[in-house]
């Protein structure tokens, strides 16, 4: 997070004044009243503060997190509250007081989410205003949760990238390089190895939380078995997120169910520069985000850190159960979850990962190697893209891959870029065998496959992108896959003995009707975020046929 002194006032970065006709566009949708002066109308930790755009009078929005009371944003006459959070479902991050009697149009964030939906350039003005606010409190560093913890404990790192990655804005402290912490240790009353602390504005202080706590405390986590959804999506990467988009959109009661964290694999990108319209590229995160964003506009339920566990097929729908002993319904099933990075077969490597030996390379693991020499092993383009983005802020990146050259399994653009970065060194055929270090890495060993000769090089981190297996365990036998368990669909299953109806399938449609594949599980997929973008809102087209009958 930047030091606060270096990031411009709120009022500077979330200027919200809406015109007249916008007013009156959103008046349907909102309950006039007039409220006294000092009169909170939320507070930092509520999960269901409303909407308020000022009529008459004056809104200041508080900061209470340093034990006093400062005000970061004035809002007068036609200027709103919020951020994120509220269409999110998220808690607060900050407290709202009337200065003085003022009257306010109050909209409930479920009326908000409408709102938006129904009036799209309303709706693409708050939440341009929204944005930039989510964005100057990330900056600011001025959270509403607070992580405390070693940058070399696992759980910390953990806890660290699923905030992260689903977008709620937090504060750490390093316990190795923060002075406060003394005076933190004390007033939480806890030990070292209680640690990761978190702290939730307004709710308490937990001593390291699991991701399905953090999920409900933060209200990431979404009741899904109170309905039976036309679409139910079992993953939340590209593919999932753009199903969700588009039969969102197109008026399908749709909930996404996902592991983690909305991004999937591609959520771990640094930069995706050959995606259509993004000329400078965007990260894998902010693609997730937006696409989130999108997808409960248009009314879609998504809901993390769950698991799906198994399926059971019924005439007419499919029942998905759930880690947390849910089970969730839909006409049609969409299966997105995308493969995982496969582990690296080095010795001791196991022992380090979370603490040194990392699957993604984000802000957050950048920030526990800057200046330091850093280790990245894969030739496809995430290797590639975490291999740059690194770059920017560690020492040295070395790249080790097995092919011969990048171009065998990396964009040409990504290989030149890699190519003409000084600091980032290649070693084709070659391999990591050893990882070494006492409660971090230190080095690891490199073995050149052609010679057989062994290197040890100096490492603080060591990020793995190489292979990938396909999340497909818990699937039924009904469903048809590959020897490698990809998902066969389309002409693969047509003449398949599984496959029961005399049309022939979609294209899309695995060996049992009504259930999709899109995406990296998809046997014969190409390994693209525009691809598995493309193939998600082609299900949609599917997912109609079907509901037709």
Same mark, same amino acid.
């Given at each position: 997070?930047?030091?606060?002194?270096?990031?411009?006032?709120?009022?500077?970065?979330?200027?919200?004044?809406?015109?007249?006709?916008?007013?009156? !566009?959103?008046?349907?949708?909102?309950? *006039?009243?007039?409220?006294?002066?000092? !009169?909170?109308?939320?507070?930092?930790?509520?999960?269901?503060?409303?909407?308020? &755009?000022?009529?008459?009078?004056?809104?200041?929005?508080?900061?209470?997190?340093?034990?006093?009371?400062?005000?970061?944003?004035?809002?007068?006459?036609?200027?709103?509250?919020?951020? /994120?959070? #509220?269409?999110?479902?998220?808690?607060?991050?900050?407290?709202?007081?009337?200065?003085?009697?003022?009257?306010? %149009?109050?909209?409930?964030?479920?009326?908000?989410?409408?709102? @938006?939906?129904?009036?799209?350039?309303?709706? +693409?003005?708050?939440?341009?205003?929204?944005?930039?606010?989510?964005?100057?409190?990330?900056?600011?560093?001025?959270?509403? #949760?607070?992580?405390?913890?070693?940058?070399?404990?696992?759980?910390?790192?953990?806890?660290?990238?699923?905030?992260?990655?689903?977008?709620?804005?937090f504060t750490w402290i390093d316990v190795e390089n923060?002075?406060?912490?003394?005076?933190?240790?004390?007033?939480?009353?806890?030990?070292?190895?209680?640690?990761?602390?978190?702290?939730?504005?307004?709710?308490?202080?937990?001593?390291?939380?699991?991701?399905?706590?953090?999920?409900?405390?933060?209200?990431?986590?979404?009741? #899904?078995?109170?309905? @039976?959804?036309?679409?139910?999506?079992?993953?939340?990467?590209?593919?999932?997120?753009?199903?969700?988009?588009?039969?969102?959109?197109?008026?399908?009661?749709?909930?996404?169910?996902?592991?983690?964290?909305?991004?999937?694999?591609?959520?771990?990108?640094?930069?995706?520069?050959?995606?259509?319209?993004?000329?400078?590229?965007?990260?894998?995160?902010?693609?997730?985000?937006?696409?989130?964003?999108?997808?409960?506009?248009?009314?879609?339920?998504?809901?993390?850190? #769950?698991?799906?566990?198994? /399926?059971?097929?019924?005439?007419?729908?499919?029942? @998905?159960? *759930?880690?947390?002993?849910?089970?969730?319904?839909?006409?049609?099933?969409?299966?997105?979850?995308?493969?995982?990075?496969?582990?690296?077969?080095?010795?001791?490597?196991?022992?380090?990962?979370?603490?040194?030996?990392?699957?993604?390379?984000?802000?957050?693991?950048?920030?526990?190697?800057?200046?330091?020499?850093? &280790? @990245?092993?894969?030739?496809?383009?995430?290797?590639?893209?975490?291999? &740059?983005?690194?770059?920017?802020?560690?020492?040295?990146?070395?790249?080790?891959?097995?092919?011969?050259?990048?171009?065998?399994?990396?964009?040409?653009?990504?290989?030149?870029?890699?190519?003409?970065?000084?600091?980032? !060194?290649?070693?084709?055929?070659?391999?990591?065998?050893?990882?070494?270090?006492?409660?971090?890495?230190?080095?690891?060993?490199?073995?050149? +496959?052609?010679?057989?000769?062994?290197?040890?090089?100096?490492?603080?981190?060591?990020?793995?992108?190489?292979?990938?297996?396909?999340?497909?365990?818990?699937?039924?036998?009904?469903?048809?896959?590959?020897?490698?368990?990809?998902?066969?669909?389309?002409?693969?299953?047509?003449?398949?003995?599984?496959?029961?109806?005399?049309?022939?399938?979609?294209?899309?449609?695995?060996s049992c009707p009504g259930i999709f594949a899109a995406?990296?599980?998809?046997?014969?997929?190409?390994?693209?975020?525009?691809?598995?973008?493309?193939?998600?809102? /082609?299900?949609? %087209?599917?997912?109609?046929?079907?509901?037709?009958?």
């Amino acid at each position: 997070m930047s030091d606060t002194n270096e990031t411009p006032p709120a009022e500077e970065v979330s200027s919200s004044e809406l015109t007249p006709e916008q007013i009156g !566009e959103l008046e349907p949708y909102a309950r *006039l009243r007039t409220v006294s002066g000092g !009169e909170t109308l939320f507070a930092a930790g509520d999960t269901d503060a409303a909407f308020y &755009v000022v009529e008459e009078g004056e809104i200041e929005v508080c900061d209470d997190s340093e034990g006093k009371r400062q005000v970061i944003a004035r809002h007068g006459p036609r200027e709103f509250t919020g951020d /994120m959070a #509220v269409l999110l479902g998220r808690p607060a991050v900050f407290t709202a007081v009337t200065r003085g009697e003022t009257t306010v %149009h109050e909209i409930a964030p479920d009326v908000l989410r409408r709102l @938006v939906s129904d009036h799209p350039e309303l709706g +693409n003005r708050i939440l341009e205003a929204f944005l930039a606010r989510r964005e100057w409190v990330e900056d600011a560093g001025r959270g509403g #949760v607070t992580v405390i913890g070693s940058r070399y404990s696992p759980d910390t790192l953990r806890v660290r990238d699923f905030l992260s990655k689903n977008q709620v804005a937090f504060t750490w402290i390093d316990v190795e390089n923060d002075r406060r912490m003394e005076r933190l240790i004390r007033r939480f009353r806890v030990q070292p190895e209680e640690m990761p602390i978190v702290t939730l504005r307004g709710q308490g202080i937990y001593k390291n939380p699991s991701n399905r706590r953090l999920g409900r405390l933060l209200k990431i986590t979404q009741p #899904v078995n109170r309905t @039976v959804y036309d679409l139910l999506v079992v993953g939340g990467g590209p593919a999932g997120l753009a199903a969700a988009v588009y039969g969102a959109s197109e008026g399908l009661k749709t909930a996404v169910i996902e592991a983690n964290a909305p991004g999937g694999q591609a959520g771990a990108s640094s930069n995706i520069e050959n995606y259509l319209g993004f000329p400078q590229g965007l990260s894998g995160s902010e693609l997730a985000d937006r696409a989130v964003i999108q997808a409960q506009k248009f009314g879609a339920t998504i809901t993390a850190p #769950v698991q799906a566990v198994g /399926m059971s097929l019924q005439p007419g729908y499919t029942t @998905v159960r *759930l880690d947390s002993g849910e089970r969730a319904v839909g006409r049609c099933v969409l299966i997105a979850t995308g493969a995982r990075y496969r582990r690296l077969p080095a010795q001791n490597c196991e022992n380090f990962e979370g603490r040194g030996v990392y699957y993604s390379a984000t802000v957050v693991e950048a920030q526990l190697c800057v200046r330091q020499p850093v &280790v @990245v092993v894969g030739g496809g383009n995430s290797a590639g893209q975490a291999a &740059v983005f690194l770059a920017e802020s560690a020492g040295k990146v070395v790249l080790v891959y097995v092919e011969e050259t990048l171009e065998q399994n990396m964009s040409s653009y990504l290989a030149t870029r890699i190519d003409k970065t000084q600091n980032i !060194e290649q070693r084709p055929q070659s391999e990591v065998i050893l990882v070494d270090g006492v409660d971090q890495i230190e080095s690891v060993v490199v073995r050149d +496959n052609r010679t057989g000769e062994e290197e040890r090089l100096p490492a603080a981190a060591l990020f793995v992108f190489i292979g990938a297996e396909p999340h497909t365990a818990w699937l039924p036998e009904e469903i048809e896959t590959d020897e490698a368990g990809f998902i066969l669909t389309g002409p693969e299953v047509a003449n398949s003995s599984k496959w029961p109806l005399s049309r022939q399938p979609f294209y899309l449609e695995t060996s049992c009707p009504g259930i999709f594949a899109a995406g990296d599980v998809r046997a014969g997929s190409v390994k693209r975020v525009a691809a598995a973008v493309g193939e998600g809102s /082609m299900a949609i %087209h599917f997912v109609h046929q079907v509901l037709a009958g």
